[in-house]
T-cell receptor
């Protein structure tokens, strides 16, 4: 299988605080992980691509200093929402792409998501 | 960059009928086309995918067809059941490690299967 976990599943925080979300590939190694944001009844919006051992690549319009991404190992990437504001409230989902294997390299497996509410 | 259009935005079918969801893409370099099903509050689940070297792929009640010339691909669900009700997303990407190797998603379609 290809299982991706996310922690926490739900978090409520006060405005101005920082929140860290972890994304783990449990049974495979992932050289690349992706972070998405999803608004209610909307599609997945890619925020950034996280590559193990290198800096993340952010999509246009996403503030890299606000959404800090660290991909410390082949099984873990973290997203830190710094100085959170109510408009950062959203559903954040990560996905992981399997390392190696040319045919299956494109397949992405999604985590269960983290619902962030900033008061 | 890649642009994926998905239509219609909503689809309602009677249980037992077939459902067809269509997507178009813009980048001829895209070679991988997955379909994801997402239930409310849950993660997107990969239900089927197709690569550009084949024109059709089937898995039980689900099939996907790809027309590279026209740059469109479709999801076909036969004998629909109420549990098929969900949001379905199509996506396209090119081969890694290129700039187009990230998935570009369509806007999603809400499928409702009436019992």
């Amino acid at each position: 299988g290809a299982v991706v976990s996310q922690h926490p599943s739900r978090v409520i925080c006060k405005s101005g605080t920082s929140v860290k979300i972890e994304c783990r590939s449990l049974d495979f190694q992932a050289t690349t992980m992706f972070w998405y944001r999803q608004f209610p009844k909307k599609s997945l919006m890619l925020m950034a691509t996280s590559n193990e051992g290198s800096k993340a690549t952010y999509e246009q319009g996403v503030e890299k200093d606000k959404f800090l991404i660290n991909h410390a190992s082949l099984t873990l990437s973290t997203l830190t929402v710094t100085s959170a504001h109510p408009e950062d409230s959203s559903f954040y989902i990560c996905s992981a792409r399997k390392a190696g294997g040319r045919k299956k390299a494109e397949t992405q497996y999604f985590g269960p998501g983290t619902r962030l509410l900033v008061l | 960059g890649e642009n994926v259009e998905q239509h219609p935005s909503t689809l309602s079918v009677q249980e037992g009928d077939s459902a067809v969801i269509k997507c178009t893409y813009s980048d001829s370099a895209s070679n991988y086309f997955p379909w994801y099903k997402q239930e409310l509050g849950k993660r997107p689940q990969l239900i089927i995918d197709i690569r550009s070297n084949v024109g059709e792929k089937k898995d039980q009640r689900i099939a996907v067809t790809l027309n590279k010339t026209a740059k469109h691909f479709s999801l076909h669900i036969t004998e629909t059941q109420p549990e098929d009700s969900a949001v379905y997303f199509c996506a396209a990407s090119g081969p890694p490690p290129g700039a187009n190797s990230k998935l570009t998603f369509g806007k999603g379609i809400t499928l409702s299967v009436r019992p």
